[in-house]
């Protein structure tokens, strides 16, 4: 249910170490966690380690935004997944370009990861492994939807930017340094809201009591996802040339 979660690697934005997120995590009894930073994946692999060492099952993402205009998470179902994820990110960031509000194909394959669109998006769009995220305070707009046709394309999105009202003073500042503004002048727009922070599984269920098959959506999108990594055994190419021999050889003629 914890679909867009932050750190401080979503820069001048998030307040939150990705040890203390994990950690907040397992205080409140959650299961599963995604870390989703704006247009970053700075510290997915360690967010992935510190979730497998706590027992939580982690989804790597990333929320696009260009400037401070939300646009849709992506989270990786699977390591294809956050591959294509990575590129996707790295390609346009290093091209500074703006990331395209919608494309053709989100992904390689539809089973290695989820788009989550904020919802104002047409649902008769939706592609089969795009959702619509719906925040705890747009439940009452629900009733405008044709919920029975689309029922399957709601999940829970309760984004997690801050600790408390302290930390979310600090995500104020750092949001004005990042607009080189005046607190005073720091429109409400490109802030998060004082309520992003971590609530009880029970809690966020209660929000949601009425649309259980949003919760159920959203579980199943979690149960979707799995990443695999073995941190115990080093990834770095013992030989270049594929024995030590050769690669003496090579070094001496270079």
Partial sequence: MYLNCKTYFSFR??????????????????????????????????????CQEQGIKPIPGVEIRNN???????????????????????????????????????????????????????LDTLSPNERIGVLPWEVNKLFAFDLKKYADKFVIRHPVTVQDKER?????????IQKNILLSKLPPEVQALESETFISPGELLEKFKHYPFIVTNTYKLVDSCKIEFDFSTDKNKRTFGGALEDDKILLEKL
């Fill in 13 to 50: 934005y998030g307040t939150f170490a990705t040890e203390e997120l994990v950690k907040t995590a397992v205080d409140k009894g959650i299961g599963s966690l995604a870390v989703t930073n704006i247009n970053s994946t700075c510290d997915v692999w360690d967010f992935v380690k510190l």
């Fill in 68 to 122: 401070d205009q939300f646009l849709y998470i992506l989270l990786a179902a699977n390591n294809e997944g956050l591959k294509w994820l990575h590129e996707f990110v790295s390609t346009h960031l290093l091209e500074k370009k703006d990331f395209p509000e919608n494309v053709e194909r989100f992904f390689e394959h539809d089973q290695d990861g989820f788009v989550i669109f904020p919802l104002d998006k047409p």
């Fill in 168 to 176: 979310h003073n600090l995500h104020r500042l750092l949001r004005c």
